[in-house]
């Protein structure tokens, strides 16, 4: 079974830094096969990043995908005041096909 | 405009039963994939179910023979049958495409499923 483990749970940043999150696999998954999640109270979630390192569509250059293999990123370069809510990791083609990441929590210092 | 509907949600009593309905619109559904991701309440994502373009299925553990994911192209409609439902299947249910490279890239409002007595 993959396991995807987001780090930290929780920062606390102020509006302007940059950031990283990290998503760790327990096994080497497809790194083509890897997205991030933005979701906000009350909301779906919105797929900002696919295949590791792709923006979908509309989502400002920002927001940066990387890794490969058991290893995965998601930087924002200039937080801005909306950016400050819940991110998830998901990979696909592994057992089982889908997984999530417990999420990591963006909050305002 | 794509749009995903979730329908069919409420409150059911532990070992009861509820389809969950998914009205597709600004798309055709034939040759995509499409998922149930469900979230408790306070709580991460989890996917619950998968069916794919030629009517495969896959499902997580935790309600595996218990739901079952269905789709009807003809009519853009993608469903979730839930039986012997649990205290732990409540949660909001979305409803979601897939997208490029495993990726779900249009997810519906969600649906509260409440199981309890």
């Known amino acids: 079974e993959v396991v995807l483990t987001q780090s930290p749970g929780t920062l606390s940043l102020s509006p302007g830094e940059g950031v990283t999150l990290s998503c760790r696999a327990s096994q080497s998954v497809n790194t083509s096969f890897v997205s991030w999640y933005q979701q906000r109270p009350g909301q779906p979630p919105r797929l900002l990043i696919y295949?590791?390192?792709v923006r979908a569509s509309g989502v400002p250059d920002r927001f940066s995908g990387s890794g490969s293999g058991t290893d995965f990123a998601l930087t924002i370069s200039r937080l801005e005041p909306e950016d400050f809510t819940v991110y998830y990791c998901?990979?696909?083609?592994?057992?089982?096909?889908?997984?999530f990441g417990q999420g990591t929590k963006l909050e305002i210092k | 405009e794509v749009q995903l509907v979730e329908s069919g949600g409420g409150l059911v009593q532990p070992g009861g039963s509820l389809r969950l309905s998914c009205a597709a619109s600004g798309f055709s559904l034939t040759g995509y994939w499409m998922s149930w991701v469900r979230q408790a309440p306070g709580k991460g994502l989890e996917w619950v179910a998968n069916?794919?373009?030629?009517?495969?299925?896959h499902s997580g553990a935790s309600v595996k023979g218990r739901f079952t994911i269905s789709r009807d192209n003809a009519k853009n409609f993608v469903y979730l049958q839930m039986n012997r439902l649990r205290a732990e299947d409540t949660a909001v249910y979305y409803c979601?495409?897939?997208?490029?490279?495993?990726?779900?890239?249009?997810w519906g409002q969600g649906i509260l499923v409440t199981v309890a007595s």
């Open positions: 069916i794919m373009d030629d009517g495969g299925s």
């Open positions: 979601a495409r897939g997208g490029s490279r495993g990726s779900l890239d249009y």
């Open positions: 998901q990979q696909c083609g592994g057992s089982p096909l889908y997984t």
């Open positions: 295949g590791a390192s």
